[in-house]
């Protein structure tokens, strides 16, 4: 079980969006204490990830991963002491340039949204090399732990 008076260390994201990069085989505790208050609502209906239960104005943590085309690769999260979602979205342009996606955007390739209590999942499947912007946020504004796995296949 995990221990949620546990201190998670709280790392400076990279940039005004994204606090790090993740690869398949990756496993990471962390919070969204800290992170970056750049993704809301508007953006996860703008995309088309889902009708978002909450307007996600706290803090979140955004992780670039190059999907490396071999099939699907399973993100699953774990949030053991709050309620805190799982988003997916196909963005090369922070790996290419370093933008960020606002909510005005209107090239977001593919975007899927896993949420409610408990563990969430999204399993993204391509068979070309990709970007995502992996993103753990919650419709509250708290700052929670959390544990996100990628397992490539």
Not at 12 to 41: K, Y
Not at 46 to 58: E, H, L, Q
Request: aromatic share 10%.
């Amino acid at each position: 079980t995990f221990d949620c008076s546990r201190e998670i260390p709280v790392d400076d994201p990279v940039d005004e969006c994204v606090s790090g990069i993740l690869h398949c085989g990756d496993e990471l505790v962390s919070t969204t204490a800290g992170g970056t208050d750049w993704f809301d609502a508007e953006g996860y209906q703008a995309w088309y990830c889902g009708i978002p239960d909450g307007d996600y104005a706290g803090p979140e943590r955004a992780y670039e991963f190059r999907h490396p085309g071999t099939g699907s690769a399973e993100v699953t999260l774990e949030t053991p002491c709050g309620d805190q979602d799982l988003i997916a979205v196909r963005w090369s342009y922070w790996a290419d340039s370093g933008e960020c996606p606002t909510a005005d955007v209107t090239n977001v390739a593919d975007c899927d949204m896993d949420v409610g209590s408990g563990d969430q999942s999204v399993t993204i499947w391509d068979d070309t090399e990709r970007d995502y912007l992996i993103i753990v946020d919650g419709p509250d504004p708290v700052e929670e732990p959390f544990i996100l796995r990628v397992t490539c296949k």
